[in-house]
């Protein structure tokens, strides 16, 4: 008998990728990320031709100045409101 297959489907991390903080023990949790994360899932769901990919992660190493958001291979914004995410989005979505 075989072992089930347990492993996590990897999704390639690239420049059009935003990693958002969701820790709920320390500051982006308690400030939002899981919202923030929400709504960039759901920009990135509107525009799938963007290739922007969200993923949520446990810590950025920034608490202090959460909610972040880490555009890969580019900058972390700090203490991001949703009213920020539309230009986040499109920053990411024009990379290529």
Do not use: W
Not at 4 to 9: G, I
Not at 53 to 68: E, Q, S, Y
């Amino acid at each position: 008998m075989s072992e089930p297959n347990t492993t996590k489907k990897k999704t390639r991390v690239d420049e059009k990728t935003l990693l958002v903080c969701v820790n709920k023990r320390l500051a982006c949790g308690e400030r939002g990320g899981s919202s923030l994360a929400n709504c960039l899932e759901q920009m990135a769901s509107d525009r799938p031709a963007s290739g922007v990919k969200v993923r949520r992660v446990v810590c950025l190493g920034k608490c202090d100045n959460g909610p972040n958001v880490h555009r890969y291979g580019g900058p972390v914004y700090h203490r991001v409101e949703t009213q920020k995410l539309p230009e986040i989005f499109e920053e990411a979505a024009g990379q290529s």
